[in-house]
């Protein structure tokens, strides 16, 4: 009996993700040897399968440069970095990097980092969710958020994750061909 995408292992690892919440990224700054894994690790269940690699030094200096991110201070790159990379490595796949610094810097206009950021995590998941599930994505906006960045972000995630299903999907129909 063949299985369906909803059930496969592709579907499930994408629909398990969990991008980690401000309190639970690095309480101690790393170098960039441990930057550039980390940020890999995290996004490995989402990542196509030939494209495990999501963040090498080169581009996180180029983001330094391009002044989307602070430089790390002493070699060594804190929290807030680590938050703006798992932002800027999601929505590379879909936006170029001047976008995503204009869109950075909206969301910052309303709120601190740690708030953006959480925001950030939870608005992916769900728009992942909501399309690995074939649901609508939420509408409702806290009280503290601002609605007009709110929906810049909403829509952001939601074109990332409408990515991520298009890639699973194809991987999943190579994978069931080769399996005919």
Known sequence: MKQGFEN???S???LSFHCPRWAELPGI???MDQVTGYINEI???IAPQEQQITLTK??????????VMSPPVNKKYDRAHMAYLVTICALKQVFSIPEIGSMIRAQMDHCPVEQAYDCFCEELESA?????????????????????A?????????????????????AFAEQTAQQE
Do not use: C, W
């Open 150 to 170: 709110i929906t810049l972000l909403r829509g952001a995630v939601q074109a990332y994750a409408s990515k991520v299903y298009v890639q699973k999907r194809l």
């Open 8 to 10: 496969s292992s592709l």
């Open 29 to 31: 700054a790393l170098y």
């Open 43 to 45: 996004f490995a269940p």
């Open 128 to 148: 992942l969710r909501a399309v690995f599930l074939g649901q609508a994505a939420p509408t409702q906006i806290r009280n503290e958020q601002d609605p007009a």
């Open 58 to 67: 080169a581009m996180v200096n180029n983001y330094v440069k391009q002044r």
């Open 12 to 14: 499930q690892e994408v």
